[in-house]
């Protein structure tokens, strides 16, 4: 874990006696805040909340915030989904929203001085709210450390900057360079020009992690004209991963933002041009922090047995990795994202990938969950396949060699309908997940997906309207 995120923790789990103590130390170190944005984080990765006076930070501490429970079963949009059961055919009831600690931070990239909280939802009696994505992550963990475990994280984030208004199409439109006025409009791959074109908005991003206790590391240019990734460090408490990722997410919104850009995560914003994913790195310790996918060669069984689970469960939990329409668009073959659950060493063409990195850096490469997943669900979906090989002891195929693409093997769905069917259907998914958050994530995207289909994009008019 890296200094910046132990210290959060600690922040996080220290004990105190007046819950309200954490938003008073941090009122004294930043008297000119004068607003808090308050808000739990949906299936879809929305923040939902309120914004409250500075001087109500307290009263949130000590007493929580009301919210109903519906807010964490809207559909993309933020209307009610009825088949999730939470809206007014259950009477609409109010879940209680507590503090996430060490969550209260600067938004550096606020017009005016303001923090924000990130908060989780649990039911009135207490108990933690199943619909909450936090919770069913923390819940998984729970079974992983029962075994003894400790999963140790990182995201990879990929997302475009575009201009805030699009094309004569319509569409996106990346930014120009401020000293050239140029717009790019091929892959600029590591290209070092690019970033330095764009420092200011990544001088604001940086100011920003640092200030919401987000340890980021490497950035550079993807393949797509306008397309970054950054990439945050590894955790051993991959709660705190998701909240990181999570937060990151919408502190990389906010200052494009504030520099007149749009930052998107988006999984396909360009038809022609690459996807943007999220990519998951991981290993597991025992109770002494040794790396149990380490043998000092190819891996040791635990991680076959991890590769294995992560395959078996893969089509289950597609619906969680490419949770919108436009995902699919990303799981192209070619594309250098994966359409089939398989694995291999150093190969950037398959499903789960395993580096070349040995002793402490053992690990895989997970690489089938787009920008556009719930950081929180994704990492549960994740350690939920591999929980799944582990006790089932599952051995996985021959490791893929050369192009994956062109391998006969079992596909993912290819459709949204198709793999929220599949999600339904899981066993694995409801035993790992729960009932409530499978039956929210089925009902919500499924009517996002019936809202989608009435649309007819204007590609299709160009290419039947006449011609047909």
Known sequence: MSVTGQALRLAATAKIDDPAEEARIFLENHPDITSADLFVIDHNGVARGKRIPAASLGKAFRSGLAMPRSVLALDVWGNDVPAAGFAQESGDGDGLCRPVAGTLRPMTWARSPAAQLM???????????????????????????????????????????????????????????PASGRRPCDPCV????????????????EAAARAQGIPTDTLITEH???????????????????????????????????????????????????GSGMHVHMSLLDRTGRNLFDDGAEGSALLRHAVAGLCATMADFTAIFAPNPNSFRRLRPGAFAPTAPTWGYENRTVAVRIPHAGGPARRLEHRVAGADANPHLALAAILAGVLHGIEHRLEPA?????????????????????????????????????????????????????????VVPAAEHAAYLRAV
């Not at 475009?160 to 569409?171: A, S």
């Not at 590591?190 to 991003?205: K, M, N, R, T």
């Open 119 to 177: 908060l989780t939802m649990h039911e009135p009696d207490g108990s933690p709210f199943p619909g909450d994505p936090r919770h069913v992550l923390a819940r998984v963990l729970q079974r992983l450390a029962a075994h003894g475990l400790t999963p140790v994280v990182a995201t990879e984030l990929e997302f475009y900057l575009v201009e805030p208004t699009g094309g004569e199409d319509g569409g996106p439109v990346p930014p120009r360079q």
């Open 224 to 274: 797509g004209p306008g397309q970054f990734e950054i990439n945050l460090w590894h955790q051993a408490d991959a709660l705190l991963a998701a909240d990181q990722a999570a937060l990151f997410k919408r502190a990389v919104k906010g200052c494009a933002r504030a520099h007149g850009l749009v930052a998107s995560f988006m999984a396909k914003p360009f038809g022609h041009a690459a």
């Open 398 to 454: 021959a490791p893929v060699t050369g192009c994956a693409y062109g391998t006969l093997t079992e596909t993912l769905p290819d459709s949204l309908p198709a793999a929220v069917r599949a999600l339904e259907q899981s066993t694995v998914a409801r035993t790992q997940l729960g009932d409530t958050m499978v039956r929210i994530l089925a009902a919500a995207k499924r009517q996002e997906h019936e809202r989608l289909i009435t």
């Open 190 to 205: 590591l290209s070092l020009d690019e970033l330095e074109g764009l420092e200011p908005v990544f001088a604001g991003i």
